[in-house]
């Protein structure tokens, strides 16, 4: 199966402070990738899909000023959390598409983030 | 609306008993199912992706099968490592997102 990573796989960081998590796809080229967050024992909660070279597209009530989204290249697309406050701890989870002869979504380890 | 239901929420089975759990979805046009498994702490594993019905795939002990209406994971003679959160999916057609199921936690005692 295709590699995606995250970057940290842990962060804290103080109330008020911006923290950056990048997601690579190791061994494909990504058009798309897509920014999750979950809460603990509940499902995946799209934030936003990520299209590389064009603006992001965030789903209703994600703030976009909060949650800056880049996708600058097809390996590489990265989330900001812009003053974070403690009710943004949460895990962040990217995943990627592979497209070709069958169509694939992968996802990346994980960011746990705590603010503090 | 576009919609996924997963059932049961959880299910406690014993080593080497086989079950199956239930994946029903609502799509206006279907590109894709997806199933994946997430252990605690981990991002989701990539399992099946399905694409019409009638559609079978295998991977180990675990069999995905396809309608038109749902989706099913049979799992045989299961381990307790196979124990983890199982998510269904759906890719509208024309939609770049994916629509998920809320999981099913599947227990494997020894």
């Known amino acids: 199966g295709a590699v995606v990573s995250q970057h940290p796989s842990w962060v804290i960081c103080k109330s008020g402070t911006s923290v950056k998590i990048e997601c690579r796809s190791l061994d494909f080229q990504a058009t798309t990738m897509f920014w999750y967050r979950q809460f603990p024992k509940q499902s995946l909660m799209l934030m936003a899909t990520s299209n590389e070279g064009s603006k992001a597209t965030y789903e209703q009530g994600v703030e976009k000023d909060k949650f800056l989204i880049n996708h600058a290249s097809l390996t590489l697309s990265t989330l900001t959390v812009t003053s974070a406050h403690p009710e943004d701890s949460s895990f962040y989870i990217c995943?990627?598409?592979?497209?070709?002869?069958?169509?694939?979504?992968?996802f990346g380890p994980g960011t746990r983030l705590t603010v503090t | 609306e576009d919609q996924v239901t997963q059932s049961p929420e959880a299910l406690r089975l014993q080593e080497g008993e086989s079950s199956s759990l239930n994946c029903s979805y609502t799509v206006s046009g279907l590109r894709g199912l997806f199933w994946y498994r997430q252990d605690p702490g981990k991002g989701p594993e990539f399992l099946f992706t399905?694409?019409?019905a009638g559609e079978e795939k295998e991977k180990e002990r675990l069999k995905a099968t396809l309608t038109k209406k749902e989706s099913f994971l049979h799992i045989t003679a299961p381990k307790p490592e196979d124990s983890a959160t199982y998510l269904c999916a759906v890719r509208p057609k024309g939609a770049q997102k994916l629509v998920f199921g809320q999981g099913t936690r599947l227990t494997i005692n020894p």
């Open positions: 399905l694409y019409s």
């Open positions: 995943s990627a598409d592979r497209e070709g002869r069958e169509y694939e979504q992968y």
